[in-house]
């Protein structure tokens, strides 16, 4: 079955440090990973996907993530953090069975601090 | 322009009764989705509509109805309401995953639904 594990509920970063969000996954076959984010009171908007080819993706608002298959992790990067960036964070998987379903971890809430 | 709109983004009532959420997208999409977000912000898909077909049905409560009039709108029915239904109701869509690929969802604002 599939599964998403975002091991940090809440991390605090200073504003301009750098961030790394982890996430590991549990699929039997090649998965496809998002990164969405939910500002507060706000839907959720995709920030990256991995789909195939290169392991390092790059996504909105300077994010990246990178796919390492050995480790079944997909961690979402950036190098430096802005006010804004503070919202909850969220790694999905999509099971390819033809109904499309995601399955999501339980999100990480990020607060930056001046 | 709005790609996925839901109405209304807040609903409050009391046990018992029945209510709608609305949801529409201008995307040209063939598949929309209902999740529903716990308290503790946890995600769980409900249902998925494909072409105004049922082609998902997680283990919801059969007082949840999805219908979808046409492929643009898939409105969520909730009979009897109960106090365990107070949630966040997110709705997205996404091209035909039928062809075995999984597309990108896209997510509505999500309707905060308080039940008293």
């Known amino acids: 079955a599939q599964s998403v594990t975002q091991p940090d509920i809440h991390i605090t970063v200073s504003e301009g440090a750098s961030l790394e969000l982890r996430c590991n996954y549990s699929y039997g076959a090649t998965p496809y990973l998002f990164w969405y984010v939910q500002s507060p009171g706000q839907g959720l908007q995709l920030l990256l996907k991995y789909f195939s080819g290169d392991t390092l993706v790059q996504g909105i608002k300077g994010f990246e993530a990178e796919f390492k298959r050995s480790q079944s992790s997909f961690n979402l990067r950036k190098p430096s953090v802005h006010w804004s960036d503070a919202a909850e964070y969220f790694c999905a998987v999509g099971a390819k069975s033809g109904a499309n379903n995601l399955f999501f971890g339980t999100g990480t809430r990020l607060t930056v601090i001046p | 322009d709005t790609a996925v709109s839901q109405t209304p983004k807040y609903l409050v009532t009391q046990m018992g009764n029945d209510k709608s959420i609305k949801c529409e997208q201008n995307l040209g999409h063939d598949t929309m989705y209902w999740y529903k977000q716990d308290s503790k912000k946890f995600l769980k898909i409900m249902f998925s509509y494909n072409n105004k077909e049922l082609i998902i049905n997680e283990t919801v409560p059969n007082r949840f109805s999805p219908k979808s009039p046409d492929k643009a709108h898939l409105n969520l029915h909730i009979n009897s309401l109960e106090l365990g239904d107070s949630a966040v109701y997110f709705c997205?869509?996404?091209?035909?995953?039928?062809?075995?690929?999984?597309?990108?969802?896209?997510f509505g604002p999500g309707t905060r639904l308080t039940v008293l």
């Open positions: 997205a869509s996404s091209q035909d995953p039928t062809s075995g690929s999984t597309d990108t969802q896209y």
